[in-house]
């Protein structure tokens, strides 16, 4: 006689959180460890569960089903639905493209399992649900809805997954390390502001969701890193589809915050959470910062690069042109198109690597890949960028996807001067080019390594991009790029002028301390065996860090005489009184020079970008902190103008710390130094970055940093 029993009904599930987020290296998310927790999982690499139902379970009648499932529409075909039978299966297959369950214990109703995901599932938020029913009465079945979302991420630890690293440390900075830096400034001036990407905070892995839904990419897309990392950089400005974040360049930031008051990524996206509207205001190196926190939280490795002079090439032709009118002035908009956006040389900009094979592209091209979340040019119709190959970057392999053209030009466009002149066909000549212009220098934070007081945490990846500036190799990147684009294959094909008789030198401006005079100088040598007659132009302005300009401070024409074999040195001093009131943002200055010599029509251009430098915050706190105690900061800076400056504000950011309101200050008077006390309170033992900003209304971009170590109560009492 054959005994029915009625279909298993479940009573409890326990996904094991905690258990499984120390095996999958996420037991540093807060959603793990909150009240109920959320699991955090990695794709590729199995985890446990344990189930509990009304009866002891039956091997040879009772029929258990696992589903999985992902996005509207789950379809197993697609990769968006899994589906696992419970059975006496012990061991799983290798490399397998579907999920799989094993029974690890049986006792009585409650059985332990093991389920491996695919190594290609598609990241984000998956559902689980439970059916059960009894071999012969397969109509009557019990579901069981699992209440809680459970993540699943990218696995760069496992060799089937496309975004697998083989030196594992490297994980530690580009996947585990939730602070680090965003090198700004000059190739003769810069610095690595600290920035907070936490990745690990509980608002950041539901924006992340939020953040993917509505960069609207398919389900069965959110699999595969080359498309994720593209859509990431599409949805993290605001251009096209309601990202993110809202770009502005111009100080005007009303109705938002000034991108020099961020600290790090979390303010960004807990309020773009909460608020499901795009956060004002970013800037590239904060869209770079929140693109590295996505990308770490589902992890996908990656880094914030900057390129020290980065060219923003708008038509396509690898070249940067600029134009001189025939007063010897500088046009600030393209006289060809007649449009105001023209090429423009950005005295920094910070996009993303991020790391991934390349199935789609020949052998030799994986690797750091670049991604570009800032809004500069339309991919395919949106304001997107990458992922681009590194090495098809340095090759000039302009022919692969996505994006290779324009990177190229971004990193080694040659900078082409044209002088109106009537007897030429297009009415422009060609009177200079600078080879060595851009990409002078790009970098990004070190691995291991944290410096709050210097630059010994920089790491120059220069190299990876291009050969060494004019090598021949780097010549042939660039040309070989050039023959392949259209439009860049007629600027390339015009030929170089010839030796002149007259040198020029505009002496380069290494640190200007803010409050110091400087002087544009320029040395000028007539080889010649006659006199020559000069007719010069020069200006000394600031300009916003893009390249696009700023006040005007001082502007000069004149005209003079250099006898045969002779030297002279033109010089334009500039004392503070004339450019402390005419600084922008981020304090970049532009010394130009346009000198034609009378007699044989050379025309010879110059310029150079500096970085008045201004000072820190100086933090003072105990070396060692204790989790859950006060701790109190001193903050001590020095207001380097002659104003007064106003709406005062302090912003502080790091890791393993309760976050804190921004502290208003009061007005602070000119050349007054400040001392703040500001109070912390740490949640986190380990060793953590801090991160501070003063802005005002006259005055941002002023920041510190400094490093402590947090321990818990009983460390501190057996010390």
């Known amino acids: 006689m054959v005994v029915l029993h009625a279909a298993l ?106 389920v491996q995901s695919p190594a290609d599932s598609p990241v984000g938020v998956w559902k689980m649900g439970i059916d059960a029913t009894v071999s012969g009465v397969e109509k009557t079945v019990n579901t069981y809805e699992v209440d809680s979302d459970i ?64 960069s609207e990419i398919k389900d069965a897309a959110r699999g ?67 693109a590295t ?64 094979a390349r199935p789609d592209l020949p052998m030799g091209y994986g690797g750091w890949q670049a991604i570009d979340a800032t809004p500069q040019e339309q991919s395919d119709g949106m304001y997107q960028c990458g992922p681009a190959s590194i090495e098809a970057i340095r090759q000039g392999a302009v022919g692969f996807n996505y994006d290779i053209p324009f990177m190229v030009s971004t990193v080694n466009a040659d900078v082409i001067y044209w002088i109106e002149d009537r007897r030429s066909e297009s009415g422009w000549r060609k009177i200079s080019c600078s080879k060595s212009e851009v990409g002078r220098m790009i970098l990004t934070k070190a691995p291991f390594v944290f410096d709050p007081n210097g630059d010994g945490d920089r790491e120059d990846i220069t190299f990876h991009y291009k050969a060494r500036e004019g090598t021949r190799e780097e010549r042939f990147a660039l040309y070989r790029a050039a023959r392949s684009v259209n439009g860049a294959r007629e600027v390339y094909a015009i030929p170089e002028k010839a030796e002149e008789d007259c040198e020029f030198t505009l002496v380069d401006l290494n640190t200007v301390n803010i409050g110091e005079p400087f002087s544009l100088e320029v040395n000028i ?85 500096f970085r008045v430098v201004k000072s820190t915050i100086a933090i003072e706190t105990a070396k060692t902190l204790i989790v859950g105690k006060p701790a109190d900061m001193s903050l001590k800076f020095e207001n380097p103008l002659k104003e007064l400056l106003t709406d005062c504000e302090i912003n502080f950011d790091s890791s393993g710390f309760i976050k804190t309101k921004e502290m208003r200050l009061r007005d602070v008077a000119p050349g007054e130094t400040v001392q703040v006390k500001y109070q912390v309170i740490p949640h986190k033992t380990g060793k953590h970055n801090l991160v501070v900003t003063f802005t005002s209304k006259q005055l941002c971009d002023v920041s510190g940093m400094a490093t402590v170590e947090v321990i818990n109560e009983l460390e501190n009492l057996t010390q």
């Open 151 to 214: 993540y699943l991420l990218f696995n760069p630890w496992v060799k089937d997954d496309l975004v697998y690293m083989d030196d594992e440390k490297l994980l530690e900075e580009y996947v585990m390390n939730d602070t680090g830096k965003i090198w700004m400034g000059t190739e003769k001036q810069h610095s690595g502001r600290g920035w907070v990407f936490g990745q690990f905070e509980d608002c950041v892995l539901p924006a992340c969701e939020l953040i993917l839904k509505r």
């Open 293 to 356: 926190t996505v990308c770490r939280a589902l992890g996908l490795p990656a880094r914030s690069v900057t390129n020290l002079s980065s060219a923003h090439d708008v038509d396509n032709t690898l070249s940067i042109d600029r134009y001189v009118n025939s007063h010897y002035e500088y046009l600030h908009e393209d006289p060809i198109t007649g449009k105001r956006f023209y090429d423009m040389v950005w005295n920094f900009h910070v996009w993303n690597e991020v790391w991934m």
């Open 9 to 114: 009904s479940v009573k409890t599930v326990d996904l094991c959180e905690k258990e499984n987020a120390k095996l999958h290296r996420t037991d540093g998310y807060e959603l793990v460890t909150m009240d109920p927790p959320t699991p955090v999982l990695r794709r590729g690499q199995l985890f446990k569960l344990k189930l509990r139902f009304n009866r002891p379970f039956v091997k040879e009648s009772d029929i258990v089903r696992i589903f999985f499932s992902f996005g509207s529409r789950p379809d197993v075909l697609r990769g968006t639905k899994g589906i696992v039978t419970v059975d006496d299966k012990t061991s799983f297959l290798a490399n397998s493209k579907i999920w799989q369950v094993r029974v690890t214990d049986m006792k009585s109703e409650n059985v332990s399992l093991e």
């Open 525 to 609: 040598k007539n080889h010649s065996h006659e006199p020559r007659t000069f007719h010069a132009n020069l200006t000394v302005r600031s300009v916003y860090y893009n390249g696009n300009p700023g006040n005007m401070v001082r502007a000069v024409t004149t005209r003079f005489t250099v006898p045969p074999n002779e030297r002279e040195v033109l010089r334009l001093p500039v004392t503070a009184d004339q450019y402390l009131e005419k600084l922008v943002e981020y304090c970049h200055m532009k010394l130009s020079a346009v000198i034609n010599v009378v007699e044989t029509n050379q025309t010879w251009v110059g310029e150079d970008d």
């Open 224 to 290: 595969d890193p080359i498309k994720m990392s593209r859509a990431i950089s599409r949805i993290i400005n605001a251009n096209d589809d309601r990202g993110v974040l809202a770009g502005r360049w111009d100080s005007k930031y009303d109705g938002g915050v000034s991108p020099s008051t961020w600290t790090g990524s979390v303010p960004i996206l807990k309020k773009f959470l909460e608020t499901k509207e795009s956060v004002r205001w970013g800037q590239c190196w904060v869209f770079s910062g929140v």
